[in-house]
């Protein structure tokens, strides 16, 4: 049995660093892990120009302390520019753009309401090779709240990935036996992120005992089926599955509420929750691919030149940190990273 791992320093390539005392609260650790991370535009109000996202940036390395790169994304709304796009791509401020369905998410009031409203600026990426970030869950109230995902490949992406052939698209967080196999048929420009809890986690956690918010996120978690869909995705090897943590924090009192936000904070613990699945998959030798060279690939980046030990054996997790409650809560994961 190893009880020692070393490998590329990863990558987070899907997280929430939010803005004001929680980026102060938050962005350490994300940075004690991650070299990189793509960084999400939904904050009030949105990131939708190139000098919000250069001001952003400014304020997340500033958080974060030296050694670690924020990757900026452009929220897309109805009237997401083709030029302005292209201007922050250009300027390299903005490595990708996100799509949000109007409704879909937290702070996603200003997302697309019909995909057609940005169709010339999927145009000007596909042109200038920025990468497309989709949220893929449908909206409608009359899909139910666990079909979003597989209603958003039927009715959205699908033809999206049709209608651009040369568009790289990022299917974030993906949840379901649908998402991962549509992934994996998919031609190569078409990649997905995994967060630590759609590893982890069926749809039975969210009612363990009583009503657990701190296991609510969005896309909700899923029957047990497609946990291991996911699951096996992940292990698999394949290059078009990377890492995402989609850590998204709201303060306690947001989640344990009679309408509770959804997100979960497991940035301080991520790769230790990577680790233990691979680990119990046997597939601790795929953990590399999946968590730092797969997405540079992906991205057309390099990978990091630093390393990153893991040894057997986790710590507990704190009950809270500052007013947050991380991921894990009061339980371990099987490894830690080695000082
Ligand atoms: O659970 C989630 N939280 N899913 C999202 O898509 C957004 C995120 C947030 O920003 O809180
Ligand atoms: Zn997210």
């Given at each position: 049995m190893t009880?020692?791992?070393?490998?590329?320093?990863?990558?987070?390539w899907?997280?929430?660093l939010r803005?004001?005392?929680?980026?102060q609260?938050?962005?350490?650790?994300?940075?004690?892990?991650?070299?990189?991370?793509?960084?999400?535009?939904n904050l009030?109000?949105?990131v939708?120009?190139?000098?919000?996202?250069?001001?952003y940036?400014?304020?997340?390395?500033?958080?974060a302390?030296?050694?670690?790169?924020?990757?900026?994304?452009?929220?897309?709304?109805?009237?997401?520019?083709?030029?302005?796009?292209?201007?922050?791509?250009?300027?390299?401020?903005?490595v990708?753009?996100?799509?949000?369905p109007?409704?879909?998410t937290t702070?996603?009031d200003?997302?697309?309401?019909?995909?057609?409203n940005?169709?010339a600026?999927?145009?000007?990426?596909?042109?200038?090779?920025?990468?497309?970030?989709?949220?893929g869950?449908?909206t409608?109230?009359?899909?139910?709240?666990?079909?979003r995902?597989?209603v958003?490949?039927?009715?959205?992406?699908?033809s999206?990935v049709?209608?651009?052939?040369?568009l790289?698209?990022?299917?974030?967080?993906?949840?379901?036996?649908?998402?991962?196999?549509?992934?994996?048929?998919?031609?190569?420009n078409v990649?997905?992120?995994i967060?630590?809890?759609h590893?982890?986690?069926?749809?039975?956690?969210?009612?363990?005992?009583?009503l657990?918010?701190h296991?609510?996120?969005?896309?909700?978690?899923?029957?047990e089926?497609h946990?291991?869909?996911?699951?096996?995705?992940?292990?698999?090897?394949?290059?078009?599955?990377?890492?995402?943590?989609?850590?998204?924090p709201?303060?306690?009192?947001?989640?344990?509420?009679?309408c509770g936000c959804a997100?979960?904070f497991?940035?301080?613990?991520?790769?230790e929750?990577?680790?233990?699945?691979?680990?119990?998959d046997?597939?601790?030798?795929?953990?590399?691919a999946?968590?730092?060279?797969n997405g540079?690939?992906?991205?057309?980046?390099?990978?990091?030149?630093e390393l990153?030990?893991?040894?057997?054996?986790?710590?507990?997790?704190p009950?809270r940190?500052?007013?947050v409650?991380?991921?894990?809560?009061g339980?371990?994961?099987?490894?830690?990273?080695?000082d």
């Open positions: 009880d020692t791992i070393t490998i590329r320093r990863p990558d987070d899907h997280v929430h803005d004001g005392e929680m980026l609260l938050v962005a350490p650790y994300t940075a004690r892990q991650f070299a990189r991370a793509i960084v999400m535009p009030v109000p949105p939708t120009t190139v000098e919000q996202a250069s001001a940036r400014d304020r997340i390395v500033a958080a302390g030296e050694g670690f790169t924020p990757l900026m994304t452009c929220y897309l709304t109805d009237k997401a520019s083709g030029d302005e796009l292209a201007r922050g791509h250009a300027e390299r401020v903005w990708a753009a996100k799509l949000y109007a409704g879909a702070n996603s200003s997302g697309v309401t019909d995909i057609r940005i169709w600026a999927l145009e000007r990426m596909q042109a200038i090779g920025m990468p497309l970030l989709v949220h869950e449908v409608s109230h009359d899909v139910d709240v666990f079909d995902e597989a958003f490949i039927d009715r959205v992406l699908a999206l049709h209608d651009f052939p040369d790289k698209v990022v299917f974030e967080h993906i949840t379901t036996k649908q998402a991962a196999q549509f992934v994996a048929d998919a031609p190569a990649g997905a992120t967060t630590p809890q590893l982890m986690l069926n749809r039975n956690a969210l009612f363990q005992g009583g657990r918010p296991a609510y996120c969005l896309p909700v978690v899923k029957r089926e946990r291991l869909a996911v699951r096996a995705a992940a292990v698999s090897g394949n290059p078009k599955f990377f890492l995402g943590t989609d850590s998204a709201h303060v306690v009192g947001a989640k344990e509420s009679s997100g979960l497991n940035a301080p613990f991520a790769i929750a990577y680790a233990q699945v691979f680990d119990e046997g597939a601790l030798d795929r953990l590399e999946f968590a730092s060279l540079p690939a992906f991205y057309g980046l390099p990978i990091n030149d990153m030990t893991l040894v057997r054996g986790g710590e507990i997790v009950d940190i500052g007013e409650v991380p991921y894990g809560a339980s371990a994961f099987g490894w830690r990273i080695q």
